[in-house]
């Protein structure tokens, strides 16, 4: 097999008009548009930049380094903390030793110049007392994979000779800024340096000659170990084959509802599945539960995926996977109280969430829950990087993970608590699933806006793929790819239905919001109806509503936490219209199918209310097409005087819009509405003859 290495991107004529900042940033983008570079959010750059001093018109040296939080790869300038350098030098004078370094923290903000926002990292004394102006530190897997061996030390001497040096673990901090200090002075021709059990520092006088640096190092260890595993199987070789995509798909959309609710009860979890060639060789591999023991080596990698992974045994019975998840589950749970218990101190903070992150099921492929979907995909891809990791060193030497204690100490370090409890406080919807019919159009795609920008992850369902893929590629620039997904559902396809579920549970693992809402209308007198015209409106506005709630029942059942149905029927199923009869009674029909389900559902938690909206032309699909010329004939007027028609037929005289209609679905939706079922809101500026009561 050929391995790619990695390419140099470098573009000297588009980085030559660049100031040195740009440069830096420009570096920075660069190195992390590569996973093989560094993880999501790992890893960090610098540049030592003469600046003018607002203060005194003085050139000063100034510390350019990602602040707390960045990524690399997707930073703007704003990303970057910037220091006096004089002043960071003068912090070592205070420094009382490793016992007292989290106090260090707090003084970064002392040597902040220019007044800049941006929280420094913990890492910023790792490149400020490294005497190059640019450095780069980045995880590469094939890197760690050195970094995580028994003789990590011996094998970067053999790769790299006196280029590269080596470095005991030590965690992240002003001491190991302090020994990079001192490794730099007694090896001034040394390139960079290899951390044990974590990656790679490399530095260089000019930003491209830090970054050609950064690849050469890093594609000498992928070839190294190219030529090193050939021919070898990896993991031990294959124990079990991966099964075919479907059932690979059609196993984890049975298993993710289920661990969904057995971990989901205290806080809300979005699941991400990942069935990518690296994961199935790993899962199916002989070594696998061997090696996933031993746990992840770099910290980026656990502070993301827990130090180890919950392996559920699958033989190609799903049902024996699910029955033996309680315990599988509380077994894990127990296993993290008791290292908790055993590695605490006294100033430890409580204990988090017990439940694991990533699940591994072999010949299926991984499964990651986490309080959002971003999180959980990158969770996944940060075990991902794991398996790399654990690939390279397992078949050149022994893989180890990094000591217990060290990893209990990142993970429950006080300072990792401190930008926990800074986070902000999650959305009304965040770790909510809402699957929206006819998502496409004018109320749907305005629901659908309004869940969304509560936190929700959003399945679009339509039938129209033109006007569904314009939807998602704005709810995408707008919201995320994370958080949006569209599918193309026919809702009086009993077949049709089940499989968009699927794919949405597939997709964020499970559900908890459906607003069915996809919609037809029709207007003729009763001796015009025809039997086509009569059945079309029953399937769609009946049927249709059936066939997705039951889906949507089944799926709330199996995960026990409750859920919320939300009808987008009219004004018209309570109160009659002449020459709509078909239209309004299949309206009715769906009315009465929410109050019939209100009463099904109540006791698993499941709240079922009903939106009546009248005359939303905006936007609306329905009011495109012959309905709206219907509608005028029937009321004597043009078709431009129908919305003052209908404003002035209201109570309120005003136009109802489809962000109201969507207003209201989130408070049925949400849990400001907790306490209500079987309820009717209509949002229609006021209709006497639609009053419910």
Not at 66 to 78: A, E, H, P
Not at 264 to 283: M, T
Request: hydrophobic residues 40%; contains cysteine.
């Amino acid at each position: 097999m050929t391995i790619t290495l990695l390419e140099n991107l470098w573009d000297e004529a588009k980085a030559a008009g660049m100031s040195e900042p740009e440069r830096l940033l420009y570096r920075s983008n660069l190195l992390g548009s590569d996973k093989r570079i560094t993880n999501y959010g790992g890893g960090n750059t610098s540049a030592k930049v003469r600046e003018r001093d607002p203060l005194t018109g003085e050139s000063v040296t100034v510390l350019w380094v990602k602040g707390s939080g960045g990524d690399v790869g997707t930073m703007k300038l704003d990303g970057f903390a910037t220091l006096y350098q004089d002043k960071l030098e003068q912090l070592r004078g205070l420094y009382r030793g490793q016992a007292h370094e989290d106090e260090m923290v707090g003084l970064l903000s002392h040597c902040t110049f220019n007044l800049n926002p941006r929280a420094s990292s913990i890492d910023t004394p790792l490149h400020a007392y490294l005497p190059y102006a640019h450095v780069d530190h980045m995880h590469p897997d094939a890197v760690i994979a050195i970094a995580a061996t028994g003789r990590s030390r011996e094998l970067t001497r053999e790769i790299y000779g006196d280029e590269i040096g080596w470095l005991p673990w030590r965690r992240p901090g002003f001491q190991l800024g302090l020994d990079l200090s001192r490794f730099a002075a007694e090896n001034p021709n040394a390139k960079g340096v290899v951390l044990e059990s974590h990656g790679l520092f490399t530095w260089g006088d000019t930003a491209q000659g830090s970054y050609e640096t950064t690849l050469r190092i890093i594609n000498r260890a992928i070839e190294w170990f190219d030529q090193q595993l050939a021919g070898k199987p990896a993991f031990g070789g294959e124990k079990q084959p991966a099964r075919d995509a479907a059932e690979r798909r059609a196993v984890a959309a049975r298993l993710m509802p289920e661990i969904r609710a057995r971990i989901g009860g205290a806080e809300r979890k979005i699941g991400h599945f990942d069935d990518s060639p690296a994961v199935l060789e790993f899962v199916g591999s002989q070594r696998m539960e061997e090696l996933a023991a031993l746990g992840t080596s770099c910290p980026d990698h656990f502070l993301r995926t827990k130090i180890r992974p919950l392996v559920l045994p699958y033989d190609g019975d799903v049902d024996a996977v699910v029955a033996g998840l309680d315990g599988a589950i509380e077994t894990y749970r127990e296993g993290y109280r008791a290292y908790y218990e055993r590695c605490r101190h006294d100033n430890s903070p409580a204990i988090r969430d017990p439940n694991a992150v990533i699940y591994l099921v072999p010949g299926v492929g991984m499964l990651s829950f986490a309080k959002d979907k971003a999180t959980a995909r990158i969770a996944s891809e940060f075990y991902v990087n794991a398996i790399n990791v654990m690939r390279g060193a397992s078949g050149v030497d022994t893989y180890q993970g990094l000591p217990e204690q060290e990893a209990f100490d990142i993970e429950y370090w006080l300072l990792e608590e401190a930008k926990l409890q800074r986070m902000p406080k999650p959305k009304s919807l965040a770790g909510r699933v809402a699957f929206v019919t006819g998502g496409a159009g004018g109320i749907g795609r305005a629901t659908a806006e309004r869940l969304a920008g509560e936190g929700a992850c959003v399945v679009l369902a339509d039938i129209d793929a033109g006007a569904l893929d314009a939807a998602k590629a704005d709810f995408t620039k707008r919201f995320g790819a994370d958080q949006v997904r569209g599918v193309i559902a026919n809702v009086t396809d009993e077949g049709a239905v089940a499989k968009a579920f699927e794919a949405a549970v597939t997709e964020f693992g499970g559900l908890d919001i459906l607003v069915s809402n996809a919609g037809i209308a029709s207007a003729a007198p009763i001796e015009d109806t025809t039997l086509e015209v009569w059945n079309r409106n029953i399937d769609i506005l009946a049927t249709g509503y059936f066939l997705v709630s039951r889906e949507a029942f089944r799926l709330f059942r199996r995960q026990k936490l409750g859920g919320s149905i939300v009808f987008i029927a009219s004004k018209n199923g309570l109160a009659a219209s002449a020459g709509a009869s078909a239209y309004c009674t299949a309206k009715a029909a769906e009315i009465h199918l929410a109050r019939c389900l209100a009463l099904e559902g109540a006791e698993a938690g499941i709240r079922v209310n009903t939106v009546n909206p009248d005359a939303v032309l905006r936007g609306s699909k329905i009011w495109s097409g012959e309905w709206r010329e219907q509608r005028a004939a029937s009321s004597k007027i043009g078709e431009e005087q129908l919305e003052e028609h209908y404003r002035q037929r209201s109570l309120l005289k005003r136009s109802v819009f489809p962000e109201d209609i969507a207003e209201a679905v989130y408070f049925l939706a949400s849990d400001l509405s907790a306490k209500s079922t079987g309820n009717i809101v209509n949002v229609d500026a006021g209709n006497q003859i639609s009053f419910t009561r």
